[in-house]
């Protein structure tokens, strides 16, 4: 309501973009902003970053937490608020990072990846239980996706004209929602799978765990392979040093 009643499209006196806006222009600006090579690559990026974060936090964490690391209710309440303390606490340094390595971007958010990754290897590979200040310190690196994701964002701008900054930069963000519903769906049939088959005794068995999680792998995979290639179309787009 704030918004609505205070924020304007631009000062007076400055013409707007886009002044009128129809299905037939929003078709025609979609195309153009998926034509561009930057596009599909901050699409890719959120994808590969985002979805670990929303996986976690917005599903899987309180099931995970309580069964597979034997967690109550107070100590995984705390894992989520340093998740989220550690979301922003991080996300200027991600804005200063992404400055400072403008054209190491695309390297910039595989190391991320590298980073989010690690910390659900850490909880999976570890025998039994985890100590708890190893899971603080695992779900830490994962909170990590949130803020990193926004690379998408920074790159998609540097590749749109303004009057596509929009568009490009909602196309971006499916990215990793995508990414996140199939994670998510994926957990969910390995755990069912296994009850099912009889190999876990109950549907949320703590050793059933692993290899759900362990299945999101293959969303990863696509994600990281996907950044690359379109990191290439990029730099042949736009120069060896563009991304």
Request: glycine fraction near 8%; proline fraction near 5%.
């Amino acid at each position: 309501m704030l918004s609505a009643a205070l924020l304007r499209s631009a000062p007076p006196g400055v013409n707007v973009l886009n002044k009128s806006i129809s299905f037939s222009t929003v078709g025609a600006t979609v195309k153009e902003s998926l034509r561009e090579p930057g596009t599909q690559l901050g699409f890719w990026v959120h994808f590969a970053v985002q979805f670990v974060g929303n996986t976690f936090a917005l599903m899987w964490a309180y099931p995970y937490l309580q069964n597979a690391q034997g967690m109550d209710a107070t100590q995984a309440s705390a894992v989520m608020t340093t998740f989220v303390v550690v979301n922003v606490m991080v996300s200027l340094g991600v804005g200063k990072l992404s400055a400072v390595f403008a054209k190491h971007r695309s390297a910039l958010a595989l190391c991320f990846c590298g980073v989010i990754y690690c910390g659900w290897a850490l909880m999976l590979l570890w025998p039994g239980e985890a100590p708890t200040p190893v899971v603080f310190i695992a779900v830490g690196m994962l909170a990590l996706s949130y803020p990193a994701s926004m690379l998408a964002f920074d790159i998609v701008r540097s590749f749109n004209p303004p009057r596509l900054g929009g568009t490009a930069t909602g196309l971006a963000n499916v990215g990793g929602f995508v990414a996140s519903l199939a994670a998510i769906y994926v957990t969910g049939l390995v755990l069912d799978l296994q009850f099912a088959a009889g190999v876990s005794p109950t549907l949320y068995d703590a050793e059933a765990f692993r290899p759900a999680i362990a299945a999101q792998a293959l969303v990863a995979a696509i994600g990281i392979i996907a950044v690359l290639i379109c990191t290439k179309k990029v730099r042949k787009a736009h120069g060896p040093h563009s991304i």
